[in-house]
């Protein structure tokens, strides 16, 4: 059994125009992505801060181990996430995949 889980995290830009229908898209596929093995937690949202490098939107996904990443990444359901992206996402995001303590963690 493995020790370490992983956090899979995107920065992006969404286009400025992108409307309400647009986010509406994007947070229900990804609700539709909780469902999936191995995924224990998805956060999605705007940033609201200045240290953000330029990116104005955040999404995290925790997975209980290293090898779902390899389920969720041709999945169906992200493929049509990566769609809906690709239409209101202005530039490509930055991507950091990273090991964690075995969820759940003894201290965050």
């Keep these: ?5 992983l956090e899979h995290i995107l920065f992006m830009n969404l ?10 898209r994007l ?3 990804i609700e539709e992505l909780k469902q999936l093995p191995g ?7 705007k940033n609201f801060s200045d240290r953000s ?4 939107w955040g999404y ?3 997975f209980e181990k290293k090898s779902d990443l390899d389920v969720y990444g ?8 990566k ?13 950091c995949d990273f090991l964690v303590p075995k969820f759940p963690f003894t201290k965050y």
């Design 53 to 56: 490098g330029g990116y104005n």
């Design 1 to 5: 059994m493995s020790e370490e889980s």
């Design 74 to 81: 041709p999945h169906p359901t992200h493929e049509r996430l």
């Design 39 to 45: 995924v224990l937690n998805i956060s999605f949202g």
């Design 83 to 95: 769609s809906i992206l690709n239409e209101v996402r202005a530039g490509p995001p930055l991507v």
């Design 15 to 24: 286009k400025e125009d992108a409307s309400d229908a647009d986010i509406k």
């Design 60 to 62: 995290r996904v925790l």
């Design 27 to 29: 947070t229900d596929c």
